[in-house]
C-alpha cells in the first residue's frame, strides 16, 4: 500500500505559473505509474497528467498540453506537476494518484485503474 500527500499548489493569478508535489510513503514508489488529476465543482475528476515507472513516457491531457510538466524524482518518492500560464479554467481539486503496473515503460490513463489518492489540493486562479 501507499500512502500520498500532495502539497504545493494554492492560490494564483491568470498566466502565472504554481508548482505541486506529491509524497507516497509505504511500497517502493518506482513500481507505481503516477498521475494528476482534477476535479472542479460540478464535473467529473478528469486526467490532467501521468508518468510511467521511470519517467521515460509521459501523456498530457489536451486542455494542459505546452503548459503543464509532470516529473517524478524516484529517489525522493515524490512526483511534480509544473503548472504554467495557469487560465481560471484550470481551477480545480487536483489529486495524485498511484497505479501498480509491471511495465516501466507503462502510461495508465483510465481513472479506476488507479488504486491509491492522495486527499487532494485545491488550485484556484484568478482572472
Known amino acids: 500500500q501507499v500512502h500520498l500527500v500532495e502539497s504545493g499548489v494554492g492560490l494564483v493569478q491568470a498566466v502565472g505559473s504554481l508548482r505541486a508535489s506529491c509524497a507516497a510513503s509505504g511500497r517502493s514508489f518506482s513500481i507505481y505509474v503516477m498521475g494528476w488529476f482534477r476535479q472542479a465543482p460540478g464535473k467529473e475528476r478528469e486526467l490532467v497528467a501521468t508518468i510511467s515507472r521511470n519517467g521515460g513516457n509521459t501523456y498530457y491531457a489536451d486542455s494542459v498540453k505546452g503548459r503543464f510538466s509532470i516529473s517524478r524524482d524516484n529517489a525522493k518518492n515524490t512526483v511534480y506537476l509544473q503548472m504554467n500560464s495557469l487560465k481560471p479554467e484550470d481551477t480545480a481539486v487536483y489529486y495524485c494518484?498511484?497505479?501498480?503496473?509491471?511495465?516501466?515503460?507503462?502510461?495508465?490513463?483510465?481513472?479506476?485503474?488507479?488504486?491509491?489518492w492522495g486527499q487532494g489540493t485545491q488550485v484556484t486562479v484568478s482572472s
Open positions: 494518484a498511484a497505479a501498480a503496473v509491471s511495465m516501466i515503460g507503462t502510461i495508465v490513463k483510465k481513472i479506476y485503474k488507479y488504486d491509491y
